[in-house]
């Protein structure tokens, strides 16, 4: 099993970067993707899912808005599209998996994750 993130790099208060995703070792279509993010000096916090089984999605609200996630199963690969980057969005950024039909804030916080992938940095500056 593997998670692959990238996309992440420097980018100006005001700009956009997307994530990718990339999975491998799992049946993609029956697990939900989450993006989480970690600042220096905070505790993880999720940012946003996707079910690849019917496509239902979830923002945290520091992200509504600005963020979009997508899935194209055909890759196995999931994007997050982060417009209107803010400072305070800086974070190293992951991705992770759980087989389930399920994206909810329910299933990023208290079910629980099955896989991670390495972390990809974004860094905004103001």
């Known amino acids: 099993v593997q998670l692959q993130a990238s996309g992440g790099g420097l980018v100006q208060a005001g700009g956009s970067l997307r994530l990718s995703c990339a999975a491998s070792g799992f049946t993609f279509a029956d697990h939900t993707i989450g993006w989480f993010r970690q600042a220096p000096g905070k505790e993880r916090e999720e940012v946003s899912c996707i079910s690849s089984s019917d496509g239902t999605t979830y923002y945290a609200d520091p992200v509504k808005g600005r963020f979009t996630i997508s899935s194209d199963n055909a890759k196995n690969t999931v994007y997050l599209q982060m417009n209107s980057l803010k400072p305070e969005d800086t974070a190293v950024y992951y991705c992770?998996?759980?087989?389930?039909?399920?994206?909810?804030?329910?299933?990023?916080?208290?079910?629980?994750?099955?896989?991670w992938g390495k972390g990809t940095q974004v860094t905004v500056s103001s």
């Open positions: 992770a998996a759980v087989q389930l039909g399920l994206c909810s804030q329910k299933v990023l916080v208290i079910y629980g994750m099955d896989y």
